[in-house]
Each structure stands twice: as C-alpha cells, then as structure tokens.
T-cell receptor, first 115, second 114 residues
C-alpha cells in the first residue's frame, strides 16, 4: 500500500525558532509536492520537487527531496505567526500504478506559531 | 487569469439525495482531478480526467461518478448521500507536461449531509 507519512502531525512553535517537518513515502517517486492550507480554505501550492537532491526556498520555508531515502523535509526558519497553517506533502502516483497527476497526500502537519 | 473555479461553495443535502459539483479548470489545462477532504485529514483522490477520459479512480464506491466536458470542465456526482460524505470536495487542474505536473486547487465545495 502506498503510504505518505508526515511528522509531527501537530507542531507548536515560538516565533523566531526553527523546525523541520518530515515527509516519508513508501514508493519510488521523483515528484513531491508541498501545500499549505489555512483553516476553511483550499490548498496553496508551495513547492514542487522534481528530482533527487532538489532544494527550493521561498522566504522562511525551504523544502528538500531525497528520493533514495524516500524523504522530503520542510524546514522553517525563524518562524512568524503568519506561517500558522496546515502543511501537506503529496506524492505523485504515477510509479504506483496510477496516473501522472494523481496525488497521495499525507495527513498534514498543523503548525501553530505563538508569540 | 482565472484560477480553478468550483460551484457551489457550500451545499447542504439530506441523506439519500443526489448532488452534482462543478469545476472549471485553468485555461489550457486539460486534466481535472477530484479530491475529498474530511475534516482533520489530508485530501483523498477520487477521480482524474484527462482529455475527457477517466485516467484514474480512487477507492470510492460506485455512488461517486464524474465526467469531463469538451471544454475540460468537470462534474462530480454523488448518489444516495450518506452522512459520511460530508466533506470539502476539491477540484485540481493540471497541465500534464513531461516531467512536471503541478496541481492547482479550487476553493472547494463544502458539502454537509444531514
């Protein structure tokens, strides 16, 4: 069974601190996505990681992909309150009998940044 | 540029009823996927359509069906609604290109079954 596991599922941080969210997946895939979701809202695309060793940064967020370890990380630097949201990673099912563009999501990491 | 649009945004239905949800993809995108997101969980894949053909189906009962029209818009139909069908239904639009498939999501339809 294809699994995408995120940890932690809940994360409470102080402003200014650093932390990493982990995303493990159980099949070979060279495409991994990170999304942000605010309460009651839809999914906002943050990063698309397309190859082993890919690293992308946007503001205080940096995502990386290790396809050999089947691991992606989302690193938060000097957290601010505006980053409070739920973060999802997703893997493309193309290498698991699915079709390109069919995504399997993790359960999400609910991040709360407190002053 | 208009993003992915879904209608309606909110819907309340009674158990046993039927519902139709609609999605218009980003202009130029030929792939539409549907996801169900139950409160507190990640989205679960229901269907993908590309060029009006079904390309993938998730683990959902036959009460769920979908189709894509010549203009690439899509409908998701759910028959015989159950309380457990209450969820946020998300439509994603993709430009299927070699090596890259980024999915852009609509604002969702919040379905409540009572």
């Amino acid at each position: 069974e294809l699994k995408v596991e995120q940890n932690p599922l809940f994360l409470s941080m102080q402003e200014g601190k650093n932390y990493t969210i982990y995303c493990n997946y159980s099949t070979t895939s060279d495409r991994l996505y990170w999304y942000r979701q605010d309460p009651g809202k839809s999914l906002e695309s943050l990063f698309v990681l397309l190859s082993n060793g890919a690293v992308k940064q946007e503001g205080r967020l940096m995502a990386s992909l290790d396809t050999k370890a089947r691991l992606s990380t989302l690193h938060i630097t000097a957290a601010v309150h505006d980053l409070s949201a739920t973060y999802f990673c997703a893997v493309d099912m193309e290498n698991y009998g699915g079709s390109q563009g069919n995504l399997i999501f993790g359960k999400g990491t609910k991040l709360s940044v407190k002053p | 540029d208009a993003g992915v649009t879904q209608s309606p945004t909110h819907l309340i239905k009674t158990r046993g009823q039927h519902v139709t949800l609609r999605c218009s993809p980003i202009s130029g995108h030929k792939s539409v996927s549907w996801y169900q997101q139950v409160l507190g969980q990640g989205p679960q894949f229901i269907f993908q359509y590309y060029e009006k053909e079904e390309r993938g189906r998730g683990n959902f009962p036959d009460r769920f069906s979908a189709r894509q029209f010549p203009n690439y818009s899509s409908e998701l139909n759910v028959n015989a609604l159950l309380l457990g069908d209450s969820a946020l239904y998300l439509c994603a639009s993709s430009l299927i290109a070699r090596g890259l498939t980024e999915a852009f999501f609509g604002q969702g339809t919040r379905l409540t079954v009572v």
